[in-house]
C-alpha cells in the first residue's frame, strides 16, 4: 500500500504547506516536487515562511484526500540541485522561470513521518495511515471496521466526512 501511495502520487503536485512559529499557524499552496519519498519546494528567504521553517522544522501538507505530518530541512539554492530543477521546470515552468534562479530562493525537502489519506470501497470512507518513521501501515478497510465507522458516526450525527477515528500514534 505504502508503494501504491507513492506511485499515484507521482512527481509533482500543488498542496497546501502550513507552518507555525509562536503558535501562530499558516498555510499557503505550493508546488512540490515528489522525488524518493520526500516533497521539495523552494521559497524566498525573506519570506515569513522561510522565517517560522528557521524556527520550527515541523509541517504539515495536504492535497485533496492526502494528510502529511513531517520535518522539513534546507537545502540550499534550488539552482544548484539539477535534479529538482528539472522535475520542476518540466511540471512548474513558469514559477521556475522566475524564481528558481534568484540569490535569495532556497530549496527545502519535507520527509514525511506520518501520512493519512481517506480512500472509498463500495462508497464507504476508510482511512489508511502510514507511520513512516516506524513503518507502521494501518487501514480501516475490514468490513466490520467500515460498519462500526459508519455507525459511530451516524450515531453521534456527525457527517462522514467530519468524522475522525482516534490517533494510533
Not at 63 to 91: K, M
Amino acid at each position: 500500500a505504502y508503494d501504491t501511495f507513492w506511485r499515484e502520487l507521482g512527481t509533482n503536485k500543488t498542496m497546501v504547506l502550513a507552518t507555525s512559529l509562536h503558535d501562530a499557524v499558516t498555510a499557503r499552496m505550493m508546488s512540490f516536487v515528489i522525488l524518493d519519498g520526500k516533497f521539495y519546494f523552494q521559497t524566498d528567504r525573506t519570506s515569513r515562511k522561510y522565517n517560522q521553517l528557521r524556527s520550527n522544522a515541523n509541517v504539515s501538507i495536504c492535497a485533496d484526500n492526502i494528510q502529511i505530518e513531517g520535518r522539513c530541512v534546507e537545502l540550499g539554492r534550488p539552482a544548484d540541485d539539477t535534479r529538482f530543477c528539472a522535475v520542476y521546470r518540466e511540471h512548474f515552468p513558469n514559477a521556475y522561470t522566475r524564481y528558481s534562479l534568484l540569490t535569495n530562493e532556497r530549496l527545502f525537502d519535507v520527509t514525511p513521518t506520518f501520512i493519512e489519506r481517506w480512500r472509498y470501497l463500495d462508497g464507504i470512507p476508510y482511512i489508511e495511515s502510514f507511520h513512516v518513521e516506524n513503518k507502521h501501515f494501518w487501514s480501516d478497510t475490514r468490513e466490520s471496521d467500515r460498519r462500526l465507522f459508519f455507525r459511530f458516526c451516524t450515531k453521534k450525527h456527525v457527517p462522514l466526512s467530519q468524522c475522525r477515528r482516534p490517533q494510533h500514534r
